[in-house]
């Protein structure tokens, strides 16, 4: 089985309080381990959301379009990559949180950069690239090599 991943952004409709991330993030790792997914999740004081959930296509697919899209407790999620991939970045992560700043996700969903070539317009970073990004992010609490 192929692992696929989907990757969003979205917006918190107030400020969470450590107690109700808490609580969150319980839910979620019972609901991911009942489904075989992994995840990651970004989360900044100014209430934006970055998630990157990888398992089953069916099982991504079906917890994003019929579950997270409708949580009243977020709004404008947009999937920013999603697709196969070769192997599970991070098997075992039922919920994986890191606390992030804007500063952090701007820089993380930046476009790559054009070294030396004024006339050609930057491109975004592919899913693979954003993953590794993530991972360098869970590793060192930022992204390298930006």
């Known amino acids: 089985m192929s692992t696929y991943q989907l990757l ?6 107030i400020p969470f309080e450590p107690r109700e991330l ?7 790792r019972t609901r991911n381990q009942q489904r075989g ?8 004081p100014d209430g934006r959301f970055l998630q990157l959930l990888e398992g089953a296509r069916e099982a991504v697919r079906e917890l994003y379009n019929q579950h997270l899209v409708h949580d009243p407790r977020h709004y404008h999620c ?26 952090d996700l701007r820089r993380l969903l930046a476009p790559v950069p054009v070294p ?20 360098e992010f869970m590793r060192h609490g930022e992204p390298v090599g930006l």
């Not at 808490?22 to 979620?28: C, E, N, Q, T």
């Not at 997914?37 to 900044?44: E, F, G, P, V, W």
């Not at 004024?118 to 990004?133: D, F, I, Q």
């Open 116 to 135: 030396g070539a004024a006339l050609l317009v930057p491109r975004p970073h592919t899913r693979p690239e954003l993953v590794e990004l993530l991972l």
């Open 8 to 13: 969003y952004q979205s917006y918190s409709l």
């Open 22 to 28: 808490d609580a969150l993030l319980a839910s979620a």
């Open 37 to 44: 997914l992994n995840s990651i999740l970004l989360y900044t």
């Open 78 to 103: 947009q999937v920013l990559s999603e697709g196969p991939s070769e192997v599970a970045s991070f098997a075992g992560c039922p919920m994986e949180f890191f606390p992030a700043q804007a500063q």
